[in-house]
T-cell receptor, first 112, second 115 residues
Framework: AQSVTQPDIHITVSEGASLELRCNYS??????LFWYVQSPGQGLQLLLK??????LVQGIKGFEAEFKRSQSSFNLRKPSVHWSDAAEYFC??????????FGAGTILRVKS | AAGVIQSPRHLIKEKRETATLKCYPI?????VYWYQQGPGQDPQFLIS???????DKGSIPDRFSAQQFSDYHSELNMSSLELGDSALYFC??????????????FGSGTRLTVV
């Protein structure tokens, strides 16, 4: 069955430090992969997506993610975190029929 | 730009009552998706509609039903509510059914609390 694993439930980083959020997926075919961000009381906002091609994907708000097929991973990175990046981040895989399967999410805290 | 509108934003119901959640897609979008996000959980796909017909069904209880109307808005009807139905319910919309290639836009959600 398709699944997404985000091993870190919470991550705390200092403002200005770099960030990497981990995501591993299990899917038989070539995956469509996504990262969404959810601020408290808000909907899910798409940060970036990978369908094919260049394995390093640039997204909004300075985020990027790298698809590594050999590791079944799609980790999200940002070189310098801002306090406004504090939110919950969800990795997701498209499983056909335009359905998404989400990971459990990683809550990012930013300390000043 | 217009976004996906969900109403109400918050809803409190008692056990065994009925709730109706509404979703108004982005203008010209013809596909609607419903997801349920329990407390501390990841969003789970419930059901989707394309051109007013159900296109896919996920882990939606039999107590729930949904439809998409001629103006493409969708309603999720939930009967015999249980405490476990307390969750954030997201609607998303896209254009072109499966051709949308996951080109979703999510609404801000309806938070349902069952007491």
């Amino acid at each position: 069955a398709q699944s997404v694993t985000q091993p870190d439930i919470h991550i705390t980083v200092s403002e200005g430090a770099s960030l990497e959020l981990r995501c591993n997926y299990s899917y038989g075919a070539t995956p469509y992969l996504f990262w969404y961000v959810q601020s408290p009381g808000q909907g899910l906002q798409l940060l970036l997506k990978y369908f094919s091609g260049d394995t390093l994907v640039q997204g909004i708000k300075g985020f990027e993610a790298e698809f590594k097929r050999s590791q079944s991973s799609f980790n999200l990175r940002k070189p310098s975190v801002h306090w406004s990046d504090a939110a919950e981040y969800f990795c997701a895989v498209g499983v056909g029929g335009n359905k998404l399967v989400f990971g459990a999410g990683t809550i990012l805290r930013v300390k000043s | 730009a217009a976004g996906v509108i969900q109403s109400p934003r918050h809803l409190i119901k008692e056990k065994r009552e009925t709730a109706t959640l509404k979703c108004y897609p982005i203008p010209r979008h013809d596909t609607v998706y419903w997801y349920q996000q329990g407390p501390g959980q990841d969003p789970q796909f419930l059901i989707s509609f394309y051109e007013k017909m159900q296109s896919d069904k996920g882990s939606i209880p039999d107590r729930f039903s949904a439809q998409q109307f001629s103006d493409y808005h969708s309603e999720l009807n939930m009967s015999s509510l249980e405490l476990g139905d307390s969750a954030l319910y997201f609607c998303a919309s896209s254009l072109g059914g499966y051709e949308a290639n996951y080109g979703y836009t999510f609404g801000s959600g309806t938070r349902l609390t069952v007491v």
